[in-house]
Each structure stands twice: as C-alpha cells, then as structure tokens.
C-alpha cells in the first residue's frame, strides 16, 4: 500500500497548489462570500481545472478519464485545503461522478460523463434526510408508477444541491427506514416537475440545499444500478468522496499548523518569541506528531479507495475519523495560540476552522467512522 505519493503525484500536487495559489486564494472565497454569489464558486477558475484535467483524473480511460486514482485525486483536494478552494469538483466529479462510473448503464455514462469532464454540467448527490448522516435511514419514497418511478420526500445537506444540473438520489424502494435493503439510486433532472430547492446559508459559506420532491417523475431508464440492491454502490460512491474530504482535511491541517507556527515565531510577548515558551512549545510538538499519523492514515484512505470493499471501508472510515480528531484539536489550538484575533475575521485562521467543522460533519462525522470502523474489525461484536 503506498503511503506516500509518487513522483507523478507529487509533481500533481505541486502544479495544483501553484494553480490554486494563483487562482483560488482564501481571497476569493472572502469575494464570493461577500458579495453573497449563488454559484459559489469562480466560473473561469473551475474553466482552468477542467484544462488542467483535474474533471478526468479518477475515471478510466475507457470512459474519457485519465485513469489517475484516487491517490491523485487527494493530492489536489489537499491543496485546495490550503486555499479553501470552492469548486464543483467534489459533488460533479468525485460523487456525481462516481455514481455514473460505477453503477451507469452504457446510455448513461454517454449521456453524462462527457460532459462532467467537459465541465459543462454540474451534478449533486441527495442522501441525507436528518440532522446526521445515516444514509441506511433513506426514507424518500420511490413508488413504481406505470413505466416508471414516482419520488415523494425531502433530502437536506445536499453539497452543491441548488446549482446542480442533475441529482443522483437515494430513494426507498422497498423495506423500512434503517435497512440497508430496499434503496435504489436514481437519476433525476434538478428541473424536474415537483422538485423544489432552497438554498442553506452554510458556515462554511460554501452551497449546500433542502430538495423536496412533490410527486417528482422520472423514467425507468433513470434507476442506477439494480432496484433495491443499491447499498453497496451507495457505500463505494461515499467512499470515494469521504476519502477526497479527508484529504481536503488534512490541507486544511496542514495550513493551520505552518500558519500557527510562523506566528509563534513571530509575536513578541516578554521580550521574546512566544514559540520560545516551553508550554506552547508541547502543544505545537502534539500538533505535529498528529497531523503526521492523519497523513498516513488518509494516504491509506485514499490508497484503498479502489481495493476490496472491506478493506475500503474500514481504510476510508479510519482515515475521515482520524482526520476528523485531529482538525479539531488543531484548529482549536491555531485559534487560542492566535489569541482572542484568531476568531476575528480579520484572519483566514476563522475561515480554515469553519470549513473544517463543516468537512467533518459531512459524510458522517467522527462517531459516526469511529462506529463504522469498529463493525468493519469485528470490535463491537466482542465488546457486546
């Protein structure tokens, strides 16, 4: 299993953090923020990661992709941790995606992967109906109507929901809330009679929505996968994106710690460097040693992504639950080493921890992986 990244891959992450640096400062997510942009994102900088290749990377070549994994894809989100890059890249590409690549018929992966990684339409993935992220407690009914399929209930927390061209969604087919049995995933036009969205004012600033569907139509050619047997695609799709996210994390970290301790280095208290005092000293070592052990961990997140399905979830789960852990403590520790001005808005340091604290919650937060890693070994079976 690699643990660290390739010649490629370092060279991919070297170009992406030049490119985001250039184009996609935590200055511009200060401007769309500001001037309260519906799109969330800067058009002509998500024009240049489609030029970069960045849209093809994770799918095969016999789909259009560039076939460059998933180890790929973590060194760019990595970066775009460093900047808090905002893009469709996540929700279109690592989720939408997905879904199409692993679970398309022939007609749907020509209908929509070309022009995912032409960057011309955007996508978004509709699961969670709660206040946690439990995709087993899928509720949104899909009721067999005639030739096709009719979609009633809400979903919440849907990442990039309100400006996605398409929806891939997780409805009940048959069975009860909280079985893993009986989902089924569904293609759905966002402009589709019934569907309604509204917009979420997220901390992070980033897009999030509420999509409810009224009596919401779609054909049998919009079913993904087979009827009722759509948990294990459901599970590799979130995988891949709960991998992406703890890299992003990891960016996110990492840019904390380097800023924490440049300022250590320099604010003056006593007549002397604060980073000279033995305490803070401590903190910033734990912050290091950690933030080291998360990158091993999401490098095997990310190295296990397209490896045997036990081995993905328990890998995945570590790595989102241990990166969650640590991006906690750091981002508490950047803010009280900082002073009362690490909360201000006058620093990024504010705008890394809110987007840290939205990251760990999405896709299933600590408790969450925490749990679903112990099931993966065995661990609550010889607890019990």
């Not at 893009?87 to 007609?107: D, I, K, M, Y």
């Not at 995912?116 to 978004?124: D, K, N, V």
């Amino acid at each position: 299993m690699n643990m660290v990244f390739s010649e490629e891959q370092r060279l991919l992450a070297d170009t992406a953090r030049d490119f985001l640096e250039a184009h996609c400062p935590v200055a511009a997510l200060r401007r769309l923020r500001d001037g309260k942009d519906g799109l969330g994102y800067d058009p002509e900088a998500w024009r240049k990661m489609v030029e970069l290749g960045w849209t093809a990377m994770p799918f095969p070549e016999a789909l259009g992709g560039l076939d460059f994994g998933y180890l790929g894809m973590g060194a760019v989100f990595e970066q775009m941790g460093r900047t808090l890059a905002a893009s469709p890249l996540f929700a279109t590409v690592v989720l939408g995606g997905s879904a199409l690549a692993l679970g398309g018929t022939p007609a749907q992966q020509n209908a929509h992967l070309p022009a995912i990684i032409a960057g011309e339409r955007r996508f978004a993935l509709a699961v969670d109906e709660g206040r946690r992220h439990d995709p087993a407690a899928t509720a949104l009914a899909a009721r067999k109507t005639g030739d096709g399929y009719t979609l009633d209930g809400d979903k919440v927390f849907v990442l990039d929901g309100q400006v996605a061209d398409w929806l891939v969604v997780a409805a009940r087919t048959s069975g009860q809330a909280g079985e893993r049995a009986g989902i089924s995933l569904f293609l759905v036009e966002a402009g589709a009679p019934g569907l309604q969205r509204q917009g979420n004012a997220m901390l992070d600033s980033r897009n999030a929505a509420r999509i409810r569907f009224n009596s919401v139509r779609v054909s049998a050619d919009a079913l993904l996968g087979r009827v009722d047997e759509a948990w294990d695609l459901l599970e590799e799709i979130l995988d891949r994106g709960r991998a992406c996210l703890a890299a992003e994390m990891l960016g996110i970290g990492q840019w904390l710690f380097d800023t924490t301790i440049k300022y250590l280095k320099e604010r003056i208290q006593f007549d002397a460097p604060i980073g000279s005092f033995q305490a803070l000293q401590h903190r910033a070592a734990w912050m290091y040693a950690e933030l080291e052990l998360a990158r091993s961990a999401v490098m095997a997140g990310l190295a296990a992504v397209n490896g045997a399905p036990e081995e993905r979830r328990q890998l995945v789960s570590l790595a989102k639950a241990k990166m969650g852990t640590v991006l906690e403590r750091i981002s508490g520790e950047a803010v009280q080493m900082h002073g009362g001005i690490g909360v201000t808005d006058e620093l990024d340091v504010g705008l890394y921890l809110k987007r840290g604290r939205v990251a760990r919650h999405a896709l299933g937060d600590n408790d969450f992986h925490a749990q679903r890693y112990g099931e993966g070994i065995g661990l609550l079976e010889r607890l019990s």
